[in-house]
């Protein structure tokens, strides 16, 4: 069982660094982000947002649905 929750705790950890890169890379780069977009599809720029913080949140669901819970209940049944 150690190696499961080791592997469950450090793939929270590396998806949740990866979510923050994310949200950082949109945060600070939103207007290059759109304009390198913009090129390949015609979207609005509130469209674009809506759909980014969508994806977003779907991810960091996924990380606590697949990551965060099997390790907490893991942790709770040992």
């Known amino acids: 069982m150690d190696p499961l929750l080791d592997f469950l705790l ?9 979510l ?3 949200f950082l890379a949109f945060t600070l780069g939103r207007n290059f982000i759109y304009r390198v977009h913009g090129k390949w599809y015609d979207i609005k720029k509130e ?4 759909i980014i913080y969508s994806g977003m949140m779907f991810y960091k669901i996924c990380i606590l649905f697949f990551n965060v819970v099997p390790y907490i209940v893991l942790r709770i049944i040992m």
């Open 47 to 50: 469209e674009f947002n809506t």
């Open 20 to 22: 923050m890169m994310s």
């Open 10 to 18: 450090w793939s929270a950890i590396i998806n949740l660094g990866l």
